[in-house]
C-alpha cells in the first residue's frame, strides 16, 4: 500500500517475571500512514511502552512482523544504524549523556556514524528546540 510508513501485525509480547508472565501485548496490529498524527493513550499497564519500543526497533515481539518503509526490521546489525537515521525518540527523563554538553549530546549519532556533524546543522537543531543558550551546558 502506498503511504504507510509502518506496519506492525499481529505483534504479541509477554515479559517473565519469576514465575509470572505478563501478557503486555496480544496479537495487536497497528498502521502509520504518511501524514498522520497519532496519540497512543491508554491506563498504566496497557501496552503502550511495549509497543513503542517494538515500532521504534528497540524491542522485538515475540510474534508478529513489524515493516518499516515497507522493509521487515529482523537484522539486528542493521537496525542500530536504521534507527539512528530514521527514527527520533523523545523520553520523559530526556535520556541524555549526563557528562556531555548540549551541543555534544546532538553530535553523538553523527560521530556513531562517522560523519563530521556541521556546526550550523547543529546549531539550528538547537535553536529550532529553543536551547541555544544551553550549547555549552
Do not use: W
Request: glycine share 10%; charged share 25%; aromatic share 8%.
Amino acid at each position: 500500500m502506498e503511504n504507510i510508513i509502518l506496519n506492525a501485525a499481529g505483534i504479541s509480547k509477554t515479559y517473565h517475571a519469576g514465575s509470572v508472565d505478563v501478557e503486555a501485548l496480544k496479537k495487536s496490529d497497528v498502521l502509520f500512514k504518511k501524514g498522520e498524527f497519532t496519540a497512543i493513550v491508554g491506563k498504566s499497564g496497557s501496552g503502550k511502552s511495549t509497543l513503542l519500543r517494538i515500532i521504534g526497533t528497540m524491542d522485538r515481539p515475540d510474534e508478529g512482523t513489524v515493516e518499516i518503509f515497507c522493509t521487515d526490521r529482523k537484522n539486528g546489525g542493521v537496525l542500530s544504524a536504521f534507527r539512528r537515521r530514521n527514527i527520533g525518540f523523545i523520553y520523559q527523563d530526556y535520556s541524555l549523556f549526563p557528562e556531555f554538553t548540549a551541543y555534544e549530546n546532538i553530535v553523538v549519532p553523527f560521530a556513531l556514524d562517522n560523519k563530521n556533524a556541521p556546526e550550523e546543522e547543529i546549531d539550528g537543531i538547537l535553536e529550532s528546540l529553543g536551547i541555544s543558550h544551553c550549547k555549552g551546558k
